[in-house]
C-alpha cells in the first residue's frame, strides 16, 4: 500500500506555469486510484516547502535529501481542499494553473 514519488521535476524555463503542480496532483491521484496507504518522496531541501503544501511532512534526512510522506487518507487534490460546491466565493484558484 505505500507508493514511491521519484525523479519528478519540471525544466527552470517552464516553472511558474502550474506543470509542477499538475505533475504532483496526478502522481497523487494516480496512487489513490491504487488504494495507496502512504506516499513516499525524497527531494532536496530548497523544493520541500513545495511538497509540503500538498500535506506531505518531512520525516528525516537520506543521503542529503529531505525524505517526507502522506497518508493517503490526507491527501487533498483539490485548491481549496475540497470545498469548492460550498463555496460562496468560487475562483480559479480552484482549479490546478496548468489547466485554467
Known amino acids: 500500500g505505500a507508493f514511491r514519488m521519484g525523479d519528478v ?3 527552470p524555463h517552464m ?3 502550474g506543470f509542477g503542480d499538475l505533475l504532483v ?15 513516499c518522496l525524497e527531494t532536496p531541501a530548497e523544493t520541500e516547502a513545495f ?10 534526512e537520506k543521503d542529503g535529501l529531505i525524505a517526507m510522506e502522506i497518508r493517503g487518507e490526507d491527501v487533498q487534490l483539490s485548491h481549496c481542499g475540497g470545498h469548492c460546491e460550498s463555496c ?3 475562483s480559479p484558484e480552484c ?6
Open 9 to 11: 521535476g519540471v525544466l
Open 15 to 17: 516553472r511558474g506555469k
Open 25 to 39: 496532483r496526478l502522481c497523487l491521484f494516480k496512487a489513490l486510484t491504487h488504494s495507496a496507504a502512504l506516499i
Open 51 to 60: 511538497f509540503a503544501k500538498y500535506g506531505f511532512v518531512a520525516t528525516g
Open 88 to 90: 460562496s466565493h468560487p
Open 95 to 100: 482549479a490546478p494553473k496548468a489547466l485554467r
